[in-house]
C-alpha cells in the first residue's frame, strides 16, 4: 500500500499547532477541574457519592491512553447511567453528607454502579470483535462472489491466462 | 508413322495404300456413323469439348496431327463429319491469338480450328484438344516423290501463297509447313496446310525447315515471326517435293543451322542439286537469309512475277583469315554472331580481350562494324577486370565477373553486352541471352516449356535467364539495334508491363504469375490437380473439390502454383485476395484459402463443393481460434459443420469472417479484461484488507459501545424524570 505523502511543516507552525492543541486541553483539563472543584466546594455530598460510584470511571480514564480514550468513555457513560437513581435518592433524601456517605457505603449501590462500569468496559471491549467478524464474514461473501463472477467471464473469453485471482481474505 | 502402322497398332483393319487416298476424310465420316461408344473410363457427358465435340480417343488418326496425336471426333450436336481432335502438349501452348481471329473463319486449304477444351485422353489423364477439320488425306510425307514444276507451282505453290495471303491479312503466320503437316485429297488436288494452331508458332519445325535464326531458337522460343517465314518453309516444302527426298537428310540440327549460316540456307540446302530453272530461281528468292528479301505470298500467286523479282542480297564478307571461338571457326560476322551466342562464355572473353574488335579491324576489313561493336560495348578500363557498361541491367549471375559489382549485377551486364554484341553483328539474330536465344514475343512460351519439370536444373536455369532478361529490359536494347525491324517502343511498354508482373510480392507476382498471364490457355500446372487439364478456373474449382475429396490429409488446396494461375486468369478483385494468401510454403491459413475459394465459387462454379467444405470443416477449430467469445464458437461450431457440408463456401465464409461480428468479439473482449482487471484489484483489495477492517471494527465497536452506553444514560435519566 502507498505510503501518504509527507507534508513538511514549518517549525514555527508546528509550535503554533502544538501550543493551540495544548492550549485547548490544557483548558479542557482546567474547565474540568474548575467543575469539579465547583461541584465540591457547591455540593460536597454529591460530590462524595459521585466520586465513589465513578472510581472505576475516573481510573479508566486515567488508564486509557487512546485517542478520545473510547474504553474511558464506555465506561463512564455506563457508570454515569449507574448514579442516576443514588443521585437522586441523595437528593431526595436532602443532599446530607450522611446520606451521601450511606449511600457511597452501601454495597447495593456501589455494586451496581460498579458493575456498570466493568458492563461498559466489556461493550467496548467485545463489540469491536462482533463488528470485526461481521465485516471479515462480508469481505468473504464478497470476494466468493467476485470469484464466480471472474470464472465466468474468464471461461466466456478464454481469458484463463489473464493472471491468477489473488488469495482470498484470511 | 505411317497410317498403316498406326492402324495396326491401334488395332483397326489394315488398309491399302489406295484406299489411303481420301482416307482422313472418309473414315472419319465412317466413324461418326459408325457408334462407337466412349471407354466406361469416359463419361461421355462430361467429356464434350464446346459442348459439342466428342474426342474419340479409340479411333486414333495416324499422322493427321502433324507430328502430333490426332483422334476422330464425334459432333454430337450439329453432326458435323470429317473433323479431329489434335492432343495439345501440357507445356506447349496453343496459339491463343490464332484461335481467336480464326474463330468461325474457313479458309480453303488451311485446316482451321474450331474449338479447344479438354477431355479424357489415353491413361485416364485429361489433356487438351484442338477441334478442327480433319485432313482430306494423307500427309504428303507419307506419298513423297518428285512433283512436276507445273503440279509444284499449281496444286503446291499457288494455294499455299493463297493460304497465306490470307492470313497475312489477319496479322497471321502458319509455322507449320512442313512434310508431314501439308495434306492432299488425291492426285490432282491442290494441297492443304495442316493444323499448327495446337503449338507455339514453328514448335515442331525440323531445322531445315526453318531459318536458322528460328531454327537456333528452342522449340518453344521462335515467336509467331512473319509470314516471310512461312514463305521460307515453303521454298524448303518445294524444294524437298521438287527433289523427291528431303534435303539434309540425317544431317544433325546443330550443323544444318551452322551450314545455313556459313554457306547460306539456298547454297545449302540446294548443295549440287539440280533442280528446275524455275524452281530454282523461286527457291532463291523464298530462301533468302533476310526475311525482308522473300517475295511476299501475293507475289508468289504469281509465279512467273515472283521468279522475276530479284532482290541483291550481298553474301557476307568472308575474312582471310578465321577468327575461332571456342570450336567454332568463324570466317565472317554472321558464324561469329552465332559462336557469341551459342558459346556466350567464351565469347564475352573473346570480346574482353578485344580478339573480336581485332579480327573485324585487321582480317575482315570493316572498320566500320568494329567501331559499331565498340561502341555498343564500351568497355571500361579498369585494370585487368573489364565490366561492360549497361543500362541497369539485373540479370541471373551466370556470367558474373567484374571489379567492383556484384556478382549479379556484371552478369547481367554482361549477358546484355553480349546480347549487343550479336544485334550488331548481325542484324537478323534473335535475342541471345546467355546462351539462350528467343524472339521477344516468344518469351511466355518459353517460360511454358520451361515448366515442364520446374525442378530441372535446365528449366530452372532457363527460367532464370529469362527472369534476368526481362529484369533487364533486353528486349527493348535489342529493339534499339535493329530500329527497322521491331517497334522498340511498343517492345517497351510490353516489357514494362511483364516486369510489373515479375516484382509483384507473393503469389500474385513472379515468373508463375507471369507465365500464366503470357500464355492464356496454358493449362494449370500447380501441384495436387492430379493430371488433369485447367485452363478455366470454373474447371480449376472442379479439380479442386476432386483433390480434396481424394486427398483429405491436403496440406492446403491452393498452393503457389495453383495461386499464380488464379491471378493471372481471374479477374483483378481476385488479386488482394490471392496476395492474403501469404506463404504458401508454410502453414496454411485456413481463412485466407476459404475467402479465395468462396469468391471463385461465387464467381466461376456456384455449385456446392463439398470436399473442400470438408477441408475447411477439418480445420474449424483454426478458424473458430478467431473468435474470443466461446459460446459464441459453440454457436457457430453446428452452423459449421452444417455448411460445409452443404458445400456453400459463400455462407461459411460469410458466418466466419464477419466483420461487424469480429470487431463487436474485439469490444467484447476487450470490455472482459477490463472487468476481470477491476475484480482482480477488488479481490486484491479485500485480501490485503485484514487490517483495515480491523481498525474499523475496533472504532465502530467502540462507538457502538459509547452510543449504547449513552443510551443507557438517557433511559435513566428519562425514568428519574418520569418514573
Redesign the interface.
Known sequence: ?AKPPAIRVAPSAARTIATAGGGRSNMLMWMQGLLCGGLVALLPPTALLLGALLGPALLALCLDGQPGK??A??????S???C??PV?VLWGAGQTMAASVALASNPNTLGTAWS?AAA?WL??E???????????TL?LA??AR??T??AA???????DG??E?????? | MSPTKAAVRGGTPRTTRSSLVNQFAGYSAAMARAPTPAPATFPSAGSLINGQFRVEIARPLPGAGGGLPAFAVTDVRDGQTGLMAVQVRRHLPVRDQALQILSGVSVDGLLTPLAYGAAPAQGGEEAGFLICHAPPGPALSATLRVWPEAELLTLLLRPIARVLDQLAQRGLSHRGIRLDNVFRAGLGHPVTLGCAWATPPAALQPAVAEPPYVAICRPGSRGDGTVADDVYALGVLMLTLALGRAPLAGVDEAEIIRQKLDQGSHAVLLGEQRVGHFVGDLLRGMLAEDPEHRPPPSLLLDPATARSRRTAARPPQRAPRPIEVGNVVCWHARMLANALATQPELGLRALKTGAIGQWLRRSLGDGALAVRLDEQLGFRAAGNTPGVRGEGARGDGANGEGGGETGAEAGGENNLSLMRAVATLDQLAPMCWNGLNLWPDAIGTTLAEAMQDPAAPANAEIAGRVAGLVGGEAQTAWARLRPDRADSKRLRMDVRQVQALLHLPGAVGGLARMTYQLNPLLPCMGAGLDGRWVVRLGDLMLALEATARRDRALARPISAGIAAFIAARGDRGLEPLVSRLGDLTGTADPLAQLRLLAQMQARYHPKPLPALGAWIAERVETLLGKWHSRPRRAELRPQLRELAASGQLSALLALLDDPQAHRSDDDEVQQAARDLARIDAALAMLAAGGPARGEQARRLGQEVAAGLGLSALALMLVIAAFG
Open positions: 500500500m473510547p474504553v468513555r464506555g465506561v463512564l457513560l455506563c454515569l447511567a449507574a442516576v437513581t437522586r456498570a461498559g461493550l467496548a467485545l463489540i469491536p470483535l462482533g463488528v470485526r467478524m461481521v465485516l471479515e469481505s464478497q470476494a467476485l470469484r463472477v471472474r467471464l474468464a471461461a466466456e473469453w478464454g481469458l489473464a493472471g485471482p489473488p488469495s482470498p481474505p484470511g
